[in-house]
């Protein structure tokens, strides 16, 4: 569906009694590791081959972090990066949000870590948790808390440590995956717009289709567990596929369409980076041309949470858009979980 082309921008924000307060992005940044995984690399691993994942997936390589660098480590890299950038101390932030689907502990949060390693000490803080779509889910919890005027500053933080759940067995699912950290400062800035609107979803009766089996209360480690393989991600690609190329599509669509906008007015479209035929697909449908959409895919290959706070710092650093450009980001993961933001840069 393509909406009406117009030259108005419509703040869906400004008819809630918002006025005057706005939620910017100050800055991004990011972390990958040093490592990488070629696709060569994974042939000497399982029986796959460079040809069927570049064709498959578009991916050629990812990083992958040292056994003793963490979720928090490279979360508080991407945060230190943006923080300097947006000229905000560590005393300054208010709340500090992490989405991760790979927590250095299941308790305390990898927030409180992160909390700890930047010196945000003042910050209240705490992990979220929708998969891939954690990174959109947590600029709309940041925007709530700016707009409703209790935070001023919030540091919003997708981290993944894949590689510590990839059951390196599995050609299916290990070649897909790589780790990496994207972080953004949100303030109100007044006179700028910022996230102009954030759509959510989630279906829970889909849930079995990208899960991890083991470590919850429902599956405790066990020998026979771990035995098992239960503590590694699993997932039907197939199904998931679909269902990824029909919610981004509908998320996306959505997210124009509440700002009353066409997607020809978008500078660029920053989509989570799962499979480059995801990627072609949501875009054809959503009408947006190849050079409009930023892709990372190649490099980094999915990383879940910090997949869309990587290619949004990358696509600021490489100036593919400038301040006051329109941007749409559109995301999916497991839950199934989706979500899309426009965002005034
Ligand atoms: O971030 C959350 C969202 N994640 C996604 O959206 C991922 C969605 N799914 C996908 O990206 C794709 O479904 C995959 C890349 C995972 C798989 O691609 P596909 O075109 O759906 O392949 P398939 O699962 O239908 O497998 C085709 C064949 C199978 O062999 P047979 O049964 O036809 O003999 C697989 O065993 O390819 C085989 N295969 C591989 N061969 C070489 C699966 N993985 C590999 C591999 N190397 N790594």
Not at 171 to 200: E, S
Not at 249 to 269: F, H, N, P, W, Y
Request: net charge neutral; hydrophobic share 45%.
């Amino acid at each position: 569906m393509k909406t009406t082309p117009s030259k108005k921008i419509v703040y869906p924000r400004a008819k809630h009694g918002f006025e005057g307060r706005t939620c910017s992005i100050a800055a991004v940044g990011s972390y990958v590791p040093k490592r990488v995984l070629t696709n060569a690399d994974l042939e000497k691993i399982v029986d796959t081959s460079d040809e069927w994942i570049v064709s498959r997936t578009g991916i050629k390589e990812r990083r992958i972090a040292a056994p003793n660098e963490y979720t928090s480590d490279m979360a508080a890299r991407a945060a230190l990066l943006a923080m300097q950038r947006a000229d905000v101390t560590a005393d300054q932030i208010d709340l500090i949000i992490v989405a991760t689907v790979t927590p250095d502990l299941v308790f305390p949060s990898t927030a409180c870590l992160v909390q700890e390693k930047i010196g945000a000490h003042h910050a209240a803080a705490f992990d979220i948790e929708a998969a891939c779509s954690g990174f959109i889910f947590g600029l709309e919890i940041a925007q709530q808390f700016i707009m409703s005027r209790t935070y001023n500053t919030v540091l919003v933080i997708g981290a993944e440590k894949l590689s510590s759940v990839i059951d390196w067995q599995d050609r299916n699912t290990c070649v897909l995956f790589g780790d990496g950290a994207g972080a953004a400062i949100l303030q109100n800035r007044p006179n700028t717009h910022g996230l102009l609107t954030t759509v959510m979803g989630a279906d829970g009766r889909k849930a079995d289709l990208l899960s991890m089996p083991g470590g919850g209360s429902r599956c405790p480690a066990t020998a026979e567990s771990v035995a098992a393989r239960l503590h590694y991600l699993r997932m039907e690609g197939k199904e998931t596929f679909k269902n990824a190329v029909n919610a981004m599509t509908m998320a996306g669509e959505e997210a124009l369409r509440r700002c009353q906008l066409d997607i020809s007015q978008i500078k660029c479209v920053v989509p989570h980076q799962a499979n480059r035929r995801i990627l072609d697909a949501v875009s054809e449908r959503l009408g947006a041309k190849p050079d409009q959409v930023f892709v990372t895919l190649h490099k980094y290959g999915n990383t879940s949470a910090a997949s869309v706070a990587i290619a949004l710092d990358e696509a600021v650093q490489s100036g593919r858009f400038h301040r006051g450009d329109l941007i749409l980001l559109v995301v999916f993961g497991a839950g199934l979980t989706w979500g899309a933001a426009v965002i005034e840069w």
